[in-house]
């Protein structure tokens, strides 16, 4: 069975940010990033509408099923699986009512993980919007999110808002076997098995770094920070800031105590 884990499908989303919806069905039958932009409008025509079979509906829930539906080796059964049987999942109810209570959870009594899904409501009733949580710390949650200003782009938000209906945790466990994650270069040397997070410094590179690097722009230190995944001079700088502004030792390397200042999941 192929493998889905939650920084898989957080990286599998990435891949799509920037993408533009179309103002018809031409370019939006493609995944390619050179179609990203071309043919821009508000029509909701996407490769996620027409990967989940609703095109020219509204696709925040199908871009999470396209990211998990890539996570797992674009298997649909796997997919299916690891969103608890609503594979494509194309209405926002739907994840959050078809998960057992062990994996969901309401805005205030669920603590946010990267690759959780997020379920919104402009009522505080009717589900209304979706996307997928890449991290949180202890005031916001930031995501990644479809059919926002009609693209896929990164937003973040206080844990206490009360556009957030709840969280729901994909099964990600049906698919991971005793595989282990990656290590290596593409994440730093020292690997933090019992919160599954890796030491990062200067020259590491990967999705972590991704997630640094969103967050020190999020919280306002560097808002030229290019999220590009790669641990630069520029990403140093701004490690040494946040750590600062948690009250750490400002060394500019991302340990386990910076990460578990940063991530209320750690």
């Known amino acids: 069975m192929a493998k889905c884990t939650a920084a898989q499908a957080v990286k599998a989303?990435?891949?799509?940010?920037?993408?533009?919806?179309k103002a018809s069905s031409l370019y939006a039958s493609t995944r390619e990033k050179s179609a990203f932009v071309l043919n821009k409008g508000a029509n909701n025509y996407t490769y996620m509408g027409y990967l989940c079979g609703v095109q020219g509906q509204p696709y925040c829930a199908a871009t999470v099923s396209t990211a998990i539906y890539d996570a797992c080796g674009q298997d649909k059964s796997v997919a299916k699986e690891v969103m608890c049987g609503v594979w494509p999942y194309v209405a926002c109810n739907q994840l959050y009512d078809a998960a057992p209570s062990s994996m969901k959870g309401r805005r205030g009594a669920w603590s946010p993980k990267p690759g959780d899904v997020i379920v919104f409501?402009?009522?505080?009733?009717?589900?209304?919007?979706?996307?997928m949580v890449y991290a949180a710390d202890k005031t916001y949650v930031y995501t990644i999110e479809g059919n926002s200003a009609n693209m896929v782009r990164t937003r973040s938000y206080p844990l206490t808002s009360s556009y957030i209906w709840g969280y729901v945790r994909p099964n990600y466990a049906a698919s991971s076997g005793n595989e282990p994650e990656p290590t290596g270069d593409l994440y730093g040397k020292v690997v933090y098995s019992d919160i599954g997070l890796h030491e990062l410094s200067k020259g590491c590179a990967g999705p972590e770094v991704?997630?640094?690097?969103?967050?020190?722009?999020?919280?306002?230190i560097d808002r030229t920070l290019k999220v590009d995944g790669e641990f630069g001079p520029?990403?140093?700088t701004g490690v040494q800031a946040l750590q600062k502004q948690l009250g750490l030792n400002a060394d500019g390397v991302v340990g386990k105590d910076t990460w578990k200042q940063v991530l209320t999941a750690l």
């Not at 990435?14 to 919806?21: A, L, P, Q, S, V």
């Not at 409501?121 to 996307?131: A, C, M, V």
């Not at 991704?210 to 306002?220: E, H, K, N, V, Y």
């Open 121 to 131: 409501s402009d009522n505080g009733s009717t589900r209304t919007h979706t996307g």
């Open 234 to 236: 520029a990403t140093k």
């Open 210 to 220: 991704s997630t640094i690097q969103r967050i020190i722009f999020a919280r306002g």
């Open 13 to 21: 989303f990435e891949y799509y940010k920037g993408y533009y919806e």
